[in-house]
């Protein structure tokens, strides 16, 4: 996705595209009864606009590992002139700090649209993440049903927390983290346009949603998960319910529509725009929209061997493994959708558009200690209605679209290349015996990885939250620095000395830390300078030259695209490569161990996943070694 960024940041966003507010991922106001949540809210700091001068300095020192001398030589030139007293930068500068004393924050708008609605490439694998829960005991269609069931009561019961305004507040760095996110992941969707997406959500209207989506062989169903009187359906009750679904729906339908959410957006803007023409596939459509969350109820996984069912599973939740598998059994836009497989391989796949991984992840986590109590309530089955089957007319043209996707989809599944990889040799334990920070620390190991594999350094992303400030979203913490180029190119130097490795890794860390601080304290240079660019665009100007030199470019390119996403939960998260001949690293650090999901694209030469996670796991086993081995006189 920060692909599209690059390419928006080159320029090639239409400004009416950016002119218009935002007008449909509202901050949260309307309607909600100003409780815990809103004076909470209140009570956090804006999102700061770093000093000019300050984000250009950093600029130029961020491209120094990634960009070669005369292209430096260049970009200095073109920053002198940007910073000039009484310059472009000054101008767009004071633009940006009006912006934000008129706004609960200046950014995230903005971001929401370029980074996510504007962005065209489809969703499935270039933007929405997966996630893989342990593998859950079960291996048929009850077992199936039953978890499934208690799954949706785990979420119910998160809701109320939601609804209730009861969630604990979380802290990061000892600050109180933004909540906001937690109010925009159940009942909305992602809405495709012609030209830019939406987002809805329904929890803010007068009537909140009370049903859920559950999709089956293909084929979409309502299920009411409240009663009349408001009391959530318990989990023997929606044993029952999805027991009927499936045997409503017992032979996969030879009209998925819910593949067409896989499409390239405008490919989909078009479609929808037919398909939602028809009543009752726009009734169909909306009451999808419009439920709480999607429950897909996956058929088994093709026999895999034990070797790569890690890798299955990470598949089936980025993509659901082709039109042939389970990749028809989604609806794509849906902001939350849970995937339970017959085999027992669960997990879930969300749209980004609303939020970030750890909110998600905080919900899953509930869920999952939820499903492990054991079910005391029981509740009257006998007068349950049926849950409603959502019927589509689809058309030759819709038909001839659905095939379309299909075979899309096919190339897609088929050229991603995803492994998880379970490192069990330490945990973050082992960074913090060292006194050292583990993300720091992992993402040295992948600069090493990198290097040793390519012998150069990349542009490379890592998110950082900026959930400190109002409804803050990300920066971008950039891993490769002066500092860890100059630890991977002395690591494997015969001629250096151990204890000047262990210095130079020391003094990479630390600066890793410290870019992480200054990053989620708002103080790191990507999101300044993109706002930077769009407050030109917003001002009608030109686009200024440090925005299409070619070393903006280059630093936008993100071969490696990296997040940590902690879970309680042992999960794997993944996500695809940004850029063609990029990699998504995800990483969950656990005490004793780490999980990693790498992918690339089996089309690029110069990626390959399976090399770059064994380059990894030898990265971090080397850099433990040295520490091991040497002896550090300050300790
Ligand atoms: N010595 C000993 N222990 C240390 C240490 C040191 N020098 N530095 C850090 N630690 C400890 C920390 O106290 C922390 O302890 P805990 O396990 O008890 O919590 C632990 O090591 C982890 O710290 P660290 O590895 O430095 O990372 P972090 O937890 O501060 O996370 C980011 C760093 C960048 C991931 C985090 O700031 C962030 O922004 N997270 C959000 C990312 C995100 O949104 N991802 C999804 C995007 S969709
Ligand atoms: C369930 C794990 C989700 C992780 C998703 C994530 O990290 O998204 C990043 C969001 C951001 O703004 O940095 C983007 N990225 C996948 C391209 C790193």
């Not at 966003?13 to 309307?30: D, E, G, N, Q, T």
């Not at 956090?44 to 130029?60: E, M």
């Not at 077992?143 to 069931?149: H, K, L, P, S, V």
């Not at 088994?300 to 598998?325: C, E, F, I, K």
Request: hydrophobic share 35%; aromatic share 8%; proline share 6%.
């Amino acid at each position: 996705m920060w692909g599209i960024c690059s390419r928006t940041v080159l320029g090639m966003v239409k400004p009416c595209a950016l002119m218009k507010p935002c007008h449909l991922v509202k901050p949260v106001s309307a309607g909600r009864v100003a409780g815990r949540y809103l004076s909470h809210q209140k009570g956090l700091p804006g999102l700061p606009v770093p000093p000019l001068q300050q984000t250009c300095q950093r600029y130029i020192t961020a491209l120094e590992p990634i960009v070669e001398e005369d292209e430096l030589k260049h970009t200095r030139k073109l920053l002198e002139e940007f910073q000039k007293p009484g310059g472009l930068g000054e101008r767009l500068q004071r633009g940006l700090e009006r912006r934000a004393r008129r706004s609960e924050n200046w950014l995230s708008d903005w971001w929401v649209q370029v980074a996510y609605l504007d962005y065209r490439m489809p969703v499935v694998v270039h933007s929405s993440p997966g996630l893989v829960l342990p593998h859950m005991d079960f291996t048929d269609k009850q077992g199936q049903i039953r978890f499934a069931a208690k799954l949706i009561a785990g979420v119910l019961d998160f809701k109320t927390m939601i609804d209730n305004e009861t969630l604990p507040v979380e802290y990061l760095g000892g600050k109180p983290l933004c909540m906001n996110q937690y109010y925009e992941v159940l009942s909305s969707c992602r809405i495709p346009g012609l030209k830019r997406d939406s987002v809805v959500n329904h929890a803010k209207s007068s009537v909140p949603p009370k049903h859920i989506t559950v999709v089956h062989n293909f084929q979409f169903f309502v299920l009411d998960v409240y009663h009349g009187d408001g009391s959530p359906l318990t989990a023997d009750q929606l044993c029952v319910q999805l027991e009927k679904i499936c045997k409503a729906s017992p032979q996969a339908s030879t009209q998925p529509v819910g593949i067409l959410t896989t499409q390239h957006r405008d490919s989909w803007g078009k479609t929808y725009h037919s398909l939602t023409r028809d009543k009752t596939n726009q009734e169909s459509v909306s009451l999808i929209q419009r439920s709480i969350f999607t429950l897909c109820l996956d058929s088994a996984r093709p026999h895999t061997s034990q070797d790569s069912y890690r890798n299955a599973a990470a598949v089936q939740m980025l993509h659901g493994g082709g039109s042939s598998w389970n990749s028809g059994n989604r609806w794509f836009d849906k902001t939350l959708q849970f995937i339970v497989g017959e085999d027992g391989t669960c997990g879930a796949n969300y749209e980004h558009a609303p939020a970030e991984g750890p909110p998600i992840v905080a919900l899953i986590d509930h869920v999952v200690e939820y499903t492990r109590k054991p079910v005391t309530e029981r509740g009257h089955t006998a007068s349950l209605p049926t849950p409603q089957k959502l019927h589509f007319n689809v058309t030759a043209d819709i038909q001839k679209d659905i095939e379309d996707a299909k075979s899309s989809m096919d190339t897609l599944a088929q050229d991603l290349d995803v492994k998880v990889m379970v490192f069990s040799h330490f945990g973050k334990n082992v960074p913090k015996s060292y006194k050292m920070s583990p993300d720091a620390f992992i993402q040295m190991a992948l600069q090493l990885a990198f290097y040793r594999m390519h012998q150069r350094c990349c542009a490379t992303y890592e998110s950082a939250s900026l959930r400190m400030f109002r409804r803050g979203r990300t920066d971008t913490i950039r891993s490769a620095s002066n500092a860890s180029a100059a630890f991977v190119k002395a690591f494997d130097d015969p001629t250096r000395q151990n204890t000047e490795k262990v210095d130079l890794l020391e003094k990479a860390v630390k600066a890793h830390r410290s870019y992480t601080n200054m990053a989620i304290s708002g103080q790191a240079i990507d999101r300044h300078l993109l706002g930077l660019k769009l407050q030109a665009v917003d001002e009608k100007l030109s686009v200024p030259d440090v925005f299409t030199d070619a070393a903006y470019a280059q630093a936008l390119h993100y071969r490696l695209s990296t997040s940590q996403v902690p879970s309680k939960t042992d999960c794997v998260m993944c996500f695809g490569p940004v850029v063609p001949n990029g990699y998504g690293v995800c990483y969950n650090p656990m005490s004793e161990h780490m999980n990693f999901a790498v992918s690339s694209f089996s089309s690029c030469e110069d990626t390959n996943t399976g090399e770059l996670s064994r380059a990894m796991e030898q990265a971090l086993v080397d850099m433990k070694t040295l520490l091991d081995q040497t002896p550090r006189a300050k300790l």
